[in-house]
């Protein structure tokens, strides 16, 4: 059974710090990892998508690195701003199922 | 890209009386949409898998004769919470399979979530 865990669960940092968020996944057989954004009391915002064959993504101040092979996949947070405080969620997109299983999330609160 | 609605983005509704939640793919068709549960402050966790012209199949632990769902066309499905409470009070989120024709290109679109409040 696909488990996926985030580190940290909460982080709290001065603005302009680069940031690193972790998610680990104990099933290597994924088609996909798809880290996420939610802000308080939203629905989900997509930021990055990896498919198994990759090994980064990247979009203006995020670049997030999958390694299937032990189960980890970081994303980075570069220069942060106020408004990058949010929850992260990685889901990992399991071979086989078609399920999505979200990780626990990391609460992000970054200072002005 | 793929976009996926739900409906209604937020409702209130007695103890005892039954809500729909309707998931909408719009640009594409979606043989599989599946249904997650948020509950505050915590992750999101799959409740059923709705699979178009068949019965749904449900997570471990989740009551199907309370979370009714019905995925009668290609591009709709809906989960009606039977006789809510207020423990049933969550974020509710759906997603809509697009199959890849190509081998990793297998993916899911998510819709913004409907809040229901039971009082």
């Known amino acids: 059974k696909q488990e996926v865990t985030q580190i940290p669960a909460a982080l709290s940092v001065p603005e302009g710090e680069n940031l690193v968020l972790n998610c680990s996944f104990t099933?290597?057989?994924?088609?996909?990892l798809q880290w996420f954004r939610q802000d308080p009391g939203k629905g989900l915002t997509s930021l990055l998508l990896i498919q198994s064959s990759q090994r980064e993504q990247t979009s203006g101040r995020l670049n997030a690195s999958l390694d299937k092979s032990s189960g980890r996949s970081t994303l980075y947070i570069a220069a942060s701003q106020p408004g990058d405080s949010a929850t992260y969620l990685c889901?990992?997109?399991?071979?086989?199922?078609?399920?999505?299983?979200f990780g626990t999330g990391t609460r992000l609160k970054v200072l002005a | 890209g793929a976009v996926v609605s739900q409906h209604p983005s937020w409702v209130i509704c007695k103890s005892g009386t039954s809500v729909k939640i309707e998931c909408r793919s719009l640009d594409f068709q979606a043989t599989t949409m599946f249904w997650y549960r948020q509950f505050p402050k915590q992750s999101l966790m799959l409740m059923a898998t709705s699979n178009e012209g068949s019965k749904a199949t449900y997570e471990q632990g989740v009551e199907k004769d309370k979370f009714l769902i019905n995925h009668a066309s290609l591009t709709l499905s809906t989960l009606t919470v039977t006789s809510a409470h207020p423990e049933d009070s969550s974020f509710y989120i759906c997603s809509a399979r697009l199959a890849g024709g190509r081998r990793g290109t297998d993916t899911q679109y998510f819709g913004p979530g409907t809040r229901l409040t039971v009082l």
């Open positions: 099933d290597s057989a994924i088609y996909n």
């Open positions: 889901a990992v997109y399991t071979s086989g199922t078609y399920k999505y299983i």
